[in-house]
């Protein structure tokens, strides 16, 4: 089992750049593929990105390839996103989550889920 706490979202303004960190618990870590989504409200949870269990091997949803970055460090247990040129319709609670197959794009496909962490993009 694996235990995700996203941190490091906030109010950033458009144009800007914020990272975001999941660190997970556990000695498994590196057995599973991980991912991002977010959730806008009122929308539904979309697939961000995801990172294959070496960190090898990454895919992005085609609107967010060149500006945000999935990587990993296995040896720290973490996860990360950097997000570059923000844009207000960027804005969303963002949640990493850990599954067993890659690519898994699917909300369905992970099996753990963290918290979520907000992150405001204002205009």
Do not use: H
């Amino acid at each position: 089992q694996v235990q995700l706490v996203e941190s490091g979202g906030g109010l950033v303004q458009a144009g800007g750049s914020l990272r975001l960190s999941c660190a997970a618990s556990g000695r498994t870590f590196s057995l599973y593929v991980m991912g991002w989504f977010r959730q806008a409200p009122g929308k539904e949870r979309e697939f961000v990105a995801t990172i294959n269990r070496s960190g090898g091997g990454t895919y992005y949803v085609d609107s967010m390839k060149g500006r945000f970055t999935i990587s990993r460090d296995n040896a720290k247990n973490a996860v990360y996103l950097q997000m570059n040129s923000l844009k207000p319709e960027d804005t969303a609670v963002y949640y990493c989550a850990a599954a067993r197959s890659y690519p898994s794009y699917n909300v369905r496909d992970y099996d753990y889920w963290g918290q979520g962490t907000q992150v405001t993009v204002s205009s």
